[in-house]
């Protein structure tokens, strides 16, 4: 009989945790601080009987849920352009997460996309190309 994955051998790592790097666990705490915090600020809005999609544009605890969604997912995507360019070997990737307090997240983010698309393509056409010419 072959024991289950999630037991392990001494000095081995489960197979629950074989896998979480810091940047992972770091990515899984902001899910965790987006959930919560917007979802209490839901809450608060559906107790009070509030008009959720009315207090966008006034205020209440509707605003709240979204700044807190928002905030958390730029930090969250901050984190990805930072760590991306540097996997990319792409310079300035800090600059984009400066230009998104001096812009918009909305901007800087599709904007690393775009970006980071055009070097993985590169890198691509440059690696078919030397595969090209070793064969030659």
Do not use: C
Not at 79 to 101: D, K, M
């Amino acid at each position: 009989m072959t024991p289950p994955d999630s037991i392990t051998t001494p000095g081995s790592r489960s197979s629950i945790r074989r896998h979480w790097t810091p940047l992972a666990v770091t990515y899984l705490v902001l899910a965790l601080i987006g959930l919560v915090g917007t979802w209490t600020f839901n809450a608060l809005a559906i107790v009070q009987l509030r008009n959720f999609a009315g207090d966008w544009v006034n205020s209440g605890p509707a605003v709240s849920s979204l700044t807190v969604d928002l905030l958390v997912a730029a930090i969250a995507g901050s984190i990805l352009i930072i760590v991306e360019a540097r996997r990319l070997g792409l310079r300035g990737g800090w600059i984009y997460v400066v230009l998104a307090g001096l812009t918009a997240y909305a901007f800087v983010f599709p904007l690393f996309l775009a970006m980071r698309q055009r070097a993985l393509t590169k890198r691509k056409s440059e690696g078919g190309a030397r595969a090209t010419d070793a064969r030659d």
